[in-house]
């Protein structure tokens, strides 16, 4: 939630200092116009109508349908092309609430809808031209909003400081930490980890506590996950880059291969997630579990259930864009397509599809996963919209670098049996013993870390200076020096606010600061 209300406040800060496109506006009617012919085409049964004929309908929705095409002169006389638009707009409602009366199927009420949506469009965008200022403010005082709320959230608490892992949840009632901690990074919780860190409630270490487990999968190595779903690898990629090269890029692109290889094996449409099934309680509802693909997740039983949940298709979209096309076609010839989108799932399970059937249709609307499914494919198609504005956020800038990570070129690939239910975190520990902290950079000869893998050599001092070093070659330039100390790469900061620049040893900027401390341990 913290996460996509900071993408959100960046959205609302782009859109008041820009306007949308004239093209842009005018696609958006044109969508909602184009809905309506395809509804109507479908309602339409060819029996003669009294009043209005569907031919007039047809007619009326062409001639506004040509008159969306945007020109040169859009920009500068939208809001009077609005008024015009407004004027088709509602002669179509008019057609299509009076076709709709006479038929007097429930089906006509979405041919109404959609007339609808094409008149609340043409609306809306002329509320926008009339309240410029207005909303630009609007949107600000949004943004704020926003972010305040995503910053207010308070990790610290959630912190297991033995373990250095969050907690899944805290008992209230108890006023103690549940047992449980998300120790995965291939998890959906990993985009809490990161604000949490990005804030400062706790400490960066923690990134690196999250099990690292890997499973082979086609020529590579992916991250293990506790049930192997779509939802725990690419939810937090709806705002959240995974740099190309990374160790979180590769798992993704890895696993949904193999969510398609999986598929296809089965003779189903690939895309299994956590989901609703076809099981239901006493008051009807339908029960919801996390479903996943055996042999990417810990979770034992996964291969006694097939179900295929289309928000999945929707999040791999970031990754196989034109695989996933093909696939909701796949979904929509069996079935999974509803008057407001996908369904939840199809449910293949054998124990679970009535008698004479192959498959059983979830049909239900969960507003989670249509609403991932809408940001999923507008990052598809937007270049990464929402991740870019995500990104924006100052403090997601200062932390991001932890999503550089490379996968290790020697690593330990191991099937996950059940067995490995409880994953192993990082096969190191991230804070060894021992260090020296020093106060001042200034002694009668400087103060030196020396950190190699045998490989490449790096040498710091208590100042900041140093250089560099792979086998025999010399990365950056290095003249000893015991006196002046200032040779090396160097690292600055500077104040957004102020402008104010500093270097963040003591050298090279040389001011002497109110408190200095410099810690070297066996690993950084």
Aim: charged share 20%; hydrophobic share 45%.
């Amino acid at each position: 939630l913290a996460g996509h209300l900071i993408a959100l406040a960046g959205a609302c800060s782009e859109w008041a200092g820009s306007s949308s496109s004239a093209a842009g506006r005018l696609a958006g009617i044109a969508d909602a116009l184009e809905l309506t012919r395809q509804e109507a085409v479908r309602v339409n049964d060819g029996r003669r109508t009294q009043t209005v004929t569907w031919s007039q309908l047809h007619d009326a929705i062409t001639a506004l349908a040509g008159d969306l095409r945007p020109t040169a002169e859009s920009s500068e006389d939208m809001p009077e092309q609005l008024v015009g638009f407004a004027v088709h707009a509602e002669t179509i409602a008019d057609i299509c609430t009076a076709l709709s009366i006479e038929s007097g199927k429930q089906t006509g009420s979405d041919l109404v809808f959609w007339a609808d949506a094409v008149r609340h469009a043409i609306r809306s965008h002329s509320r926008d031209f009339a309240k410029t200022a207005e909303t630009a403010a609007c949107f600000l005082s949004l943004a704020g909003r926003a972010r305040t709320m995503a910053l207010e959230m308070e990790y610290g608490f959630l912190f297991d400081h033995d373990r250095q892992l969050l907690a899944i949840g805290y008992a209230a009632s108890e006023g103690k930490l549940d047992p449980n901690c998300y120790d995965l990074l291939a998890s959906e919780a990993r985009l809490a980890s990161f604000l949490a860190i990005a804030k400062g409630d706790i400490p960066a270490r923690h990134w690196f506590r999250l099990g690292r487990g890997v499973t082979p999968v086609a020529n590579g190595a992916a991250l293990i996950s506790w049930s192997g779903s779509m939802f725990e690898y690419l939810m937090p990629s709806l705002v959240m880059r995974a740099p190309a090269g990374s160790l979180i890029e590769q798992t993704s692109r890895l696993i949904v291969q193999r969510q398609m290889d999986y598929g296809a094996a089965r003779g189903v449409p690939w895309g299994v997630s956590e989901s609703a099934y076809n099981a239901r309680d006493i008051e009807m509802t339908y029960q919801y579990s996390n479903f996943g693909v055996p042999g990417l997740g810990l979770k034992r039983g996964l291969a006694a259930n097939t179900v295929v949940a289309p928000y999945a298709t929707a999040l791999a979209a970031m990754v196989r864009p034109h695989e996933a096309v093909e696939n909701y076609a796949r979904l929509e010839a069996a079935g999974a397509r509803g008057a407001h989108g996908f369904y939840e799932a199809l449910d293949y399970t054998a124990s679970r599809v009535p008698e004479g059937s192959r498959v059983a249709v979830v049909q239900a609307f969960m507003a989670h996963h249509q609403g991932m499914t809408i940001v999923a494919i507008a990052d598809t198609l937007f270049d990464g919209a929402m991740r870019a504005r995500f990104h924006g956020d100052p403090i997601v800038q200062a932390t991001e670098l932890l999503l550089q990570e490379r996968t290790p070129r020697d690593v330990a690939v191991a099937l996950p049996w059940a067995a490995e239910a409880k994953a192993a975190v990082a096969s190191r520990e991230i804070t060894p013993s021992g260090g020296r902290r020093l106060t001042t950079p200034h002694g009668s000869t400087p103060t030196t870390k020396l950190l190699s893998n045998g490989r490449y050599a790096v040498m710091v001092t208590a100042a900041g200076s140093g250089y560099s070093r792979w086998r025999d070659l010399a990365v950056t330039r290095w003249r000893e020096d015991a006196t002046c100390d200032d040779w090396g790469s160097y690292v600055f900061l500077r104040d957004v606010a102020s402008g104010k620049v500093w270097s963040s040893g003591f050298q090279p900027s040389g001011v002497e600061p109110d408190s200095y401390e410099v810690v070297f341990n066996e690993d950084r």
